[in-house]
């Protein structure tokens, strides 16, 4: 056979990225071919970009996920640990600081300092105190029963609700707590709103038990007795409790309730309203107590 007579050399194949690279080498799992600058190496050969892209997407999609739609994690009750050690570090500083730093930082309405005569609380712009009151704690007793109901309720919320969903239920049930003490309480009345966060798990487990069913005496007699000890007890912010209370159940209500097809949305939404909500309370509770002044 002569040279003018020999077969046709099959032609070289193109990435199919980049059409002006010939390439030998195919995708494993498209078989799409492949330059160098897209090979990413795999378990068996090489992938393109675009595999490698919809796999994690994959991946990502497969994932457990609690109840509320939350990622599933190693350690369920990471957040909560996070929380009791907040609040036993803030009850030491209390501890080594004395009353000053509860009263800096405890929740108050409008007053005037006894120490430099100026107006101090959330009208006069001090608006951290909403949350940091729901981290100080005064007695041992206090701080115990705090942490010990933060331990068995918190646990399992987080855990149901995922860490994400888990801190805005904490975080929006301490400031419906100091909201409601804002409204109601006396203007000059310094308080510690702790127990609303506190209360604020004890609605949301109620809302989970009575939505996966489960027997409701055992959360119902535990609510009822802390309500009880609320208003039999004399120097017990109860506003903080109910309003903790209140808040927690509707973000709670929100996150379990929200359709499969839209369950971020819905509960992104579920807490924007609750936060509005507190936003609208405390807006026209200052202009109130600024206007009587």
């Not at 796999?55 to 996070?82: F, H, N, Y």
């Not at 570090?89 to 930082?105: K, Y």
């Not at 729901?134 to 701080?143: E, G, P, R, Y």
């Not at 119902?220 to 000890?229: D, H, P, R, S």
């Amino acid at each position: 056979m002569t040279d003018q007579e020999q077969p046709p050399q099959p032609a070289v194949a193109s990435c199919y990225r980049h059409p002006d690279r010939e390439t030998g080498i195919t995708c494993t799992r498209c078989d799409r071919p492949i330059c160098p600058a897209c090979m990413i190496a795999a378990a068996v050969g090489y992938q393109c970009p675009d595999c490698v892209r919809g796999g994690a997407t994959a991946m990502r999609a497969a994932r457990p996920r609690t109840l509320a739609g939350g990622t599933v994690t190693s350690d369920p009750r990471l957040v909560t640990k996070i929380l009791i050690g907040i609040n036993a570090a803030v009850f030491l500083a209390v501890l080594i600081s004395g009353d000053r730093l509860v009263t800096d930082l405890g929740m108050l309405g409008y007053a005037i300092d006894p120490g430099t005569y100026t107006w101090i609380g959330v009208a006069a712009g001090e608006w951290f105190r909403m949350v940091t009151a729901a981290f100080l704690h005064q007695q041992i007793w206090h701080i115990g029963l705090n942490m010990m109901g933060l331990w068995f309720l918190g646990g399992p919320l987080e855990a149901a609700l995922g860490r994400i969903r888990y801190v805005a239920l904490y975080l929006l049930s301490a400031l419906g707590g100091s909201t409601l003490s804002y409204l109601l309480a006396e203007q000059n009345q310094l308080s510690l709103g702790a127990s609303g966060a506190i209360f604020g798990l004890f609605g949301a487990t109620a809302v989970l038990m009575r939505y996966l069913r489960y027997d409701m005496r055992p959360i119902a007699v535990l609510l009822g007795l802390n309500l009880v000890i609320t208003f039999t007890w004399s120097g017990i912010a109860w506003q903080a409790h109910i309003g903790g209370l209140v808040a927690g159940a509707a973000v709670a209500y929100g996150m379990v309730r929200a359709p499969q097809s839209r369950q971020t949305l819905v509960q992104v939404l579920t807490c924007a309203v609750v936060l509005l909500a507190i936003v609208v309370a405390c807006v026209i509770r200052t202009t109130q107590l600024l206007g009587a002044v």
